[in-house]
């Protein structure tokens, strides 16, 4: 199933307590928690481009699934990850103490990242 499109986020879970964990201050937590972000996925192949604009911060992360890259976490610091593919709707990938697991299912993708026991689900839909 291919993960090109335009999603806008719809609902998000669990955001203020991920935050935290991941160690954003209060004032960047409160300024995010009820800005719309879209994704712009671009899937060529094993290749992607995915675009993340939330408000006037723009975060791109390019990879190829099982090739290790560089990708730049919620915190925006920069680290090395690999991106992995279960099935054909899944994407995972590990980023620190960061887990990032990436499904589609027609045209609603949830995002769910977790550290430790919290986790942070953002469903998008298709526009």
Do not use: W
Request: proline residues 2%; without cysteine.
């Amino acid at each position: 199933m291919s993960f090109s499109g335009k999603y806008e986020l719809q609902t998000h879970e669990n955001f203020e307590p991920f935050m935290k964990a991941i160690g954003l201050s209060d004032e960047l937590i409160e300024k995010g928690k009820d800005v719309k972000s879209i994704s712009e996925i671009e899937q060529n192949g094993n290749k992607f481009k995915v675009t993340v604009t939330t408000g006037s911060k723009v975060l791109i992360n390019e990879f190829t699934i099982g090739e290790e890259a560089e990708l730049t976490a919620p915190t925006g610091e920069k680290m090395k990850a690999v991106v992995h593919m279960e099935g054909d709707n899944k994407m995972v990938a590990k980023l620190k103490d960061i887990t990032s697991v990436t499904e589609i299912n027609g045209d609603t993708i949830v995002n769910t990242l977790s550290v430790g026991d919290i986790h942070y689900k953002r469903i998008s839909k298709r526009i």
